[in-house]
């Protein structure tokens, strides 16, 4: 069975910088793109970043866009958030997400696999 991981979270100062990994252990399947989302307490789960796995095509939030990077190693089945100049409201736990069918969209209900999630915490 195929799970997802995530790691790299933890606490961070303002501006400071983390690299989230997803690999996903077990028998590979037919991943189309993959997500990052991440959540608060008392808040929806929301889209952060997401790839298309074949094209590397990336897909950002607005309120990331230019902050984080998202990409992918196809060899490894891993995919990486590297969060950059990290503010209090990044605070979430972050969850990444396989998708198997097309196109690329960022609603939560398309994907198939979640990681368990790990969290981030930017202190100001």
């Known amino acids: 069975q195929v799970q997802l991981v995530e790691s790299g979270g933890g606490l961070v100062q303002a501006g400071g910088s983390l690299r989230l990994s997803c690999a996903a252990s077990?028998?590979?399947?037919?991943?189309?793109?993959m997500g990052w989302f991440r959540q608060t307490p008392g808040k929806e789960r929301e889209f952060v970043a997401g790839?298309?796995?074949?094209?590397?095509?990336?897909y950002y939030a607005d309120s990331v866009e230019g902050r984080f990077t998202i990409s992918r190693d196809t060899a490894k089945n891993t995919v990486f958030l590297q969060m950059n100049s990290l503010k209090p409201e990044d605070t979430a736990v972050y969850y990444c997400?396989?998708?198997?069918?097309?196109?690329?969209?960022?609603?939560?209900?398309?994907?198939?696999?979640w990681g368990p999630g790990t969290q981030v915490t930017v202190s100001s």
């Open positions: 997400a396989a998708r198997s069918g097309v196109p690329f969209t960022t609603k939560l209900i398309a994907y198939d696999l």
């Open positions: 077990g028998r590979v399947f037919s991943t189309n793109s």
């Open positions: 790839i298309s796995w074949s094209s590397g095509q990336v």
